[in-house]
Nanobody, 126 residues
Framework: QVQLVESGGGLVQPGGSLRLSCAGS????????IGWFRQAPGKEREGVAC????????AYADSVKGRFTVSRDNVRNTAFLQMNSLKPEDTGVYYC???????????????????WGQGTQVTVSS
């Protein structure tokens, strides 16, 4: 069965870094785009980044450009979100999800993603 499992979250001070992982199984990993989303308490879920199946195209929310980097290792069936220069406003539950289509102009539409992980908590606080 299709499964996405996030890991790597935790508590970090402002300015620190974290690397999230998303391990996929039960589907052909390199045929699917992987999106990263986050949800802060009391806020709607928002798209953070997206990477297409073969890794040739990526997209980012304006709020994380220059600080976050999305990547993937299709041999290990794992996607990554490297988060640097973290800010308190980056706090939230981070989810990865998969979809068939590449990361186009509307990559952040969560309804286009058909399977989701359980999420991992990221807390940025001093």
């Amino acid at each position: 069965q299709v499964q996405l499992v996030e890991s790597g979250g935790g508590l970090v001070q402002p300015g620190g870094s974290l690397r999230l992982s998303c391990a996929g199984s039960g589907f052909t990993f390199d045929e699917k785009s992987i999106g990263w989303f986050r949800q802060a308490p009391g806020k709607e879920r928002e798209g953070v980044a997206c990477i297409s199946g073969r890794g040739g195209k990526s997209a980012y929310a304006d709020s994380v450009k220059g600080r976050f980097t999305v990547s993937r290792d299709n041999v290990r069936n794992t996607a990554f979100l490297q988060m640097n220069s973290l800010k308190p406003e980056d706090t939230g539950v981070y989810y990865c999800a998969k979809k068939f289509w590449p990361c186009g102009d509307t990559w952040y539409v969560d309804l286009d993603f058909d399977s989701w992980g359980q999420g991992t908590q990221v807390t940025v606080s001093s």
